[in-house]
C-alpha cells in the first residue's frame, strides 16, 4: 500500500471491522502515518492493550498479574514489539468493554 495514496477512513473502517470493534486513536495515527509526522505508528492492538489496562484503572504490573502475563511482555504488548496471542486478545477485547471483568480475574487465582 502506498502511505501517499491511503484512504484512511477506508483503511480504519477495515481495520475496525477486522478488530469487531471502534478505535478511536485510529484514523489519527493512520493520518500522522500518511503525513510522515510522527516516527512511530500505533497498532490497533497497541492501543486495545492500553486501553485495557486504562479502563480496568490498573498499572502493568498489577494488570500483567491480573491477566497472568509476565509484566516483561505486556509492556511488550503495549510498545509494539509483539502481538499479543488470539486468546490474549480476545481477553483484552473483553476488559476493555467490561473492565469489571478484570477484578473478577483476581478472584479466580
Known sequence: ??????????V??????????ELPDLRQALKEAKEKTVG????PHQMLV???REEAGLSQAAFAKRIDTPVATLRDWEQGRF?????????LRLIAKHPELAQELSALS
Not at 512511530?40 to 497498532?43: D, E, F, G, P
Not at 502481538?83 to 481477553?91: F, K
Request: charged content about 25%; proline content about 6%.
Open 50 to 52: 492500553r486501553r485495557a
Open 40 to 43: 512511530r505508528v500505533t497498532s
Open 12 to 21: 480504519a473502517k477495515a481495520i475496525e471491522a477486522d478488530m469487531g470493534e
Open 1 to 10: 500500500m502506498n502511505m501517499h495514496t491511503m484512504d484512511i477512513d477506508a
Open 83 to 91: 502481538t499479543p496471542p488470539g486468546s490474549a486478545l480476545c481477553l
